[in-house]
């Protein structure tokens, strides 16, 4: 359970002892929420580099006293929450490095007779004390001179030996919890001049009696004085007021949810000289029962002309009576919010001459309703910079209202403002309006360097032109889907953009702009965790940073129009090299070709027409249709010869003309020549006719040889032809007229076979 770092995390696995094998590397080792009940000598001697040992929620009753000697770099102890009855110095006399010391919770009733604290030379912080803790003292904390913070555990603590404190020459910050007004005053005495701030948790300062045993405060040098869970009275409250108004150096006053019981009417009239050190006055979550009836604290105006900073939060403060805001004459920061104030109530508090130095006032989370109300209230506010009325319920707002002239922040967010209108100042310099039913943001505001929009309704970023010298601007949880180049870089002094937790469309133009804009991830705020894609499907809940869709993806119409473009061509080339090698030709005799082949090989005897359909080149016309037509068709009896010039049906295909013919005729008759081969037409009738004629077992082919060919010279085209003549006997015309008669008689003989 180690990380790198070397930081071992064996809390909450419910182990009963510390477990073994720990080495020098390790540096930070953390068993809280355990149930240890001892750590012996050996158990953390190799433990030689260990910076910081958490042992808090255990159960530890006993610690043997070399248990910790080994750690002399030790810098953070915890054994808070345990059940330690005693405190051993022997424990601690080797931890030289300890800086921070937690005891609190455990079972001790004191510290024993002497310091368990003196060899811890380093000690910066000491929380110790518990419910059962009792007693403190004189040698307890012998050998602390400086503390950064103690924390004393003490609501039982009855017994303190005067001086117990003194040792330590200067503590900047003092927690103390007790119940003992008694014992609260001695310590405060051995601490007037080494606290810096002291803080008082859960003393009830309620009877008037005890209050002289608090005069000595007066004395103390302490700058800040907290009061926490404390209770307080109509009869002690002037008593506490005049105690702190003398004290020479106090310059802040907090009181954090404390009780008041009374209304403010204070039976002893408060008798104090106005502080000249106190600027700062805190008070937070003030319970007042009857705060309905509380008076207007004209008591007090006297001793409030210096201070510079007034928080009263969350105290159902409903007015600030006029006179009171005109006696805070150096007052520069007043936060009134999580109160009840409304816009009349507004208009009584900040009257005429008060709040005169006033420059940051927090009105936010009250029952304001009427914006043009509440800038009128404070248009006379001359040095009022920043005003937070946030968390407010505004809605509609007018067209023109009045403002201090000097407004440069306005926090209007969570008002429930459907549109800004010209009621916004001008001379702002910073606006928020999160969380509010935004659609569109078009001010014209000049001066405006930060922009705070999150949580609107918003689409698109605003326009740059109104907001020319904007530094900073939040977009975040809007309705945006993406920001182009051209929106982003026209904001020319933009330095931080926040628009994540949009749903981002992750298009190609969006991924191009935010892959290849120069210095994008320093200006976007929460890159890139924040950034998401929300569609396409694919990528959805994928960081935009790590989203690249493909060329298909990016380029559609280009691609698309790329492949059209090439088919196109392809088309065209296809087109044009069927054109030139008579493509349709060949596709119309393959159809044909096929069609032939479906046929059965003879046709009916009533269908025969010829006694030969005659296929030869139209070179060799003259000899065919000269002679061999005059003496096959004038013989006795004649022979019916088909040619295509003369017997051909006109219109028809002429492919559908050469297969008709070549079924309607007992025989073919091809005339071979030099031309013969050279004609795409003869090789048309030679293939439709394969199927028919050049059977092995066929013989309804007759060859004439017209002039001699080599069968080898026949083209590889006339594969058909080549076969056939050196399978098949041809007839070959001669040149001898003695001859000619035989050629004939033998034609003749072929023809009637």
């Keep these: 359970s180690c990380d790198a770092t070397q930081l071992c995390n064996c809390s909450s696995m419910d182990l009963d002892f510390i477990p073994p094998g720990l080495t020098a590397k390790i540096t930070v080792l953390n068993l809280a929420h355990n149930r240890i009940k001892h750590i012996r000598s050996q158990d953390l001697q190799q433990a030689v580099n260990l910076r910081a040992l958490l042992l808090q929620s255990n159960k530890i009753s006993s610690i043997d006293e070399d248990s910790f000697r080994s750690l002399g770099k030790l810098e953070l102890l915890d054994l808070s929450d345990n059940n330690l009855a005693h405190l051993s110095p022997v424990w601690f006399g080797h931890l030289f490095s300890l800086q921070h010391l937690h005891l609190q919770g455990n079972s001790y009733r004191d510290l024993g007779e002497s310091s368990p604290f003196s060899n811890l030379r380093n000690l910066s ?86 209050m002289q045993l608090l005069r000595v405060m007066s004395s103390s040098f302490a700058k800040k004085i907290s009061f926490k869970q404390t209770l307080l009275t109509d009869f002690t409250v002037p008593e506490i007021v005049s105690i702190l108004e003398d004290m020479p150096k106090l310059v802040e006053v907090d009181m954090i949810d404390c009780r008041l019981l009374g209304t403010g009417q204070w039976e002893i009239q408060i008798q104090a000289n106005q502080s000249q050190t106190l600027r700062v006055l805190t008070i937070e979550k003030l319970s007042i029962k009857e705060f309905y009836l509380f008076r207007d604290l004209q008591a007090v105006e006297g001793l409030l002309s210096l201070l510079t900073k007034v928080t009263v939060d969350n105290t159902k403060v409903f007015l600030v009576p006029c006179r009171l805001s005109q006696h805070l004459l150096s007052l520069e920061y007043l936060d009134l919010s999580a109160n009840l104030l409304g816009d009349f109530s507004l208009e009584h508090s900040a009257c005429q001459g008060g709040w005169p130095s006033l420059q940051t006032l927090n009105l936010s989370q009250n029952s304001l309703s009427d914006l043009e109300m509440t800038g009128k209230s404070l248009s006379h506010l001359s040095n009022l910079i920043l005003l937070d009325i946030s968390q407010n319920n505004f809605g509609e707002i007018p067209d023109v209202c009045k403002w201090p002239k000097n407004l440069k922040y306005l926090n209007l967010s969570s008002t429930q403002i459907p549109k800004l209108t010209t009621c916004i100042p001008p001379t702002l310099e910073v606006l928020d309006v999160s969380a509010n039913n935004l659609m569109e943001f078009g001010l014209q505001l000049p001066f405006l360097k930060e922009l705070y929009l999150a949580k609107n309704q918003l689409k698109t970023l605003p326009g740059a032109a109104p907001i020319p010298n904007l530094v900073a601007m939040s977009v975040r949880r809007n309705k945006l889907n993406s920001f182009s180049r051209e929106e982003f870089e026209s904001f020319k002094k933009l330095e931080l953009l926040d628009a994540s937790d949009n749903n981002f469309i992750c298009s190609c133009e969006f991924l191009s702009f935010i892959h290849h804009q120069a210095g994008i991830a320093q200006v976007l705020v929460g890159w890139p965790d924040k950034y998401v894609c929300d569609s396409p499907l694919a990528v959805r809940g994928v960081h935009v940073g790590a989203v690249h869709l493909s060329l298909m993806e990016c380029h559609k119409f280009l691609v698309v129009s790329l492949i059209c473009a090439l088919v196109f061509l392809v088309i065209l080339i296809l087109v044009a090299v069927g054109y030139k090698y008579h493509a349709v030709w060949y596709l119309r005799m393959t159809w044909a070709w096929l069609q032939a082949k479906r046929k059965p090989k003879r046709a009916p005897p009533k269908d025969i027409c010829y006694d030969a359909f005659v296929s030869y080149s139209e070179n060799d016309s003259d000899w065919v249709e000269n002679i061999m037509v005059r003496e096959l068709e004038q013989a006795c009896p004649p022979f019916r010869l088909c040619l295509h ?71 590889k085209r006339f594969c058909k032809l080549r076969k056939i003549m050196n399978t098949k006997t041809y007839l070959e015309w001669p040149l001898e007229e003695e001859q000619q008669q035989m050629f004939w008689f033998n034609l003749k003989i072929a023809l009637k076979s």
């Excluded at 803790?133 to 103690?150: A, M, P, V, W, Y």
């Excluded at 919890?177 to 803080?199: G, K, P």
Aim: contains cysteine; glycine residues 4%.
């Design 645 to 715: 010039k003369r017997d051909f049906v006109p219109g028809k295909w002429i492919v559908d003309n050469i297969i008709d013919s070549i079924e309607k005729s007992h025989k073919t008759l091809f005339v071979l020549s030099e031309h013969f081969v050279q004609s795409e037409w003869c090789k048309y009738e030679l293939d439709f006719s394969h199927f028919r004629l050049f059977d092995e077992n066929n013989d309804a082919a007759i060859l004439v040889l017209l002039e001699p060919i080599q069968s080898k010279a026949i083209p």
């Design 125 to 210: 912080s000491l929380h110790l004390g518990n419910p059962q803790f009792s007693t403190i003292r004189q040698g307890n904390f012998e050998g602390i001179e400086l503390l950064d913070k103690l924390w004393i555990d003490g609501g039982n603590l009855s017994q303190y030996e005067p001086g117990s404190l003194k040792w330590i020459k200067k503590i900047n910050h003092m927690i103390i919890n007790l119940r003992s007004v008694n014992v609260f005053s001695a310590i405060v005495r051995d601490l007037l001049h080494s606290v810096t701030w002291l803080e008082v948790r859960e003393i009830a300062f309620s009877i008037p009696a005890e």
